[in-house]
Nanobody
Framework: VQLQASGGGLVQAGGSLRLSCAAS????????VGWYRQAPGKQRELVTTMFSSGSATYADFVKGRFTISRDSAKNTVYLQMNSLKSEDTAVYYCSAMVFGVLYWGQGTLVTVSS
């Protein structure tokens, strides 16, 4: 399993970014995928999960602002982030649950300036 996240950068508060995660060794029809984040000095936390059915769950702190999606043809997972806040500043990691093992890719840094 390999997960390659990209799309991070510097954005002003209220702006938007879309993160991408190229996934290999992951079958969206049977594996859940998701995004975590880790802010400086804090523990990694779950942001969103998309299950094989296509349904998704979100942490309360991003509900209504972030949307996870996937493109099976491209084997890519996306995270659309809108109405960004300074507290969304973190390294974002895509993840996949394959045969009971949780995999993370390298992270991509999102910095939101206020």
């Amino acid at each position: 399993v390999q997960l390659q996240a990209s799309g991070g950068g510097l954005v002003q508060a209220g702006g938007s970014l879309r993160l991408s995660c190229a996934a290999s060794g992951v079958d969206f029809r049977i594996n859940a995928v998701g995004w975590y984040r880790q802010a400086p000095g804090k523990q990694r936390e779950l942001v969103t999960t998309m299950f094989s059915s296509g349904s998704a769950t979100y942490a309360d702190f991003v509900k209504g602002r972030f949307t996870i999606s996937r493109d099976s043809a491209k084997n890519t997972v996306y995270l659309q982030m809108n109405s960004l806040k300074s507290e969304d500043t973190a390294v974002y990691y895509c993840s996949a649950m394959v045969f009971g093992v949780l995999y993370w890719g390298q992270g991509t840094l999102v910095t939101v300036s206020s």
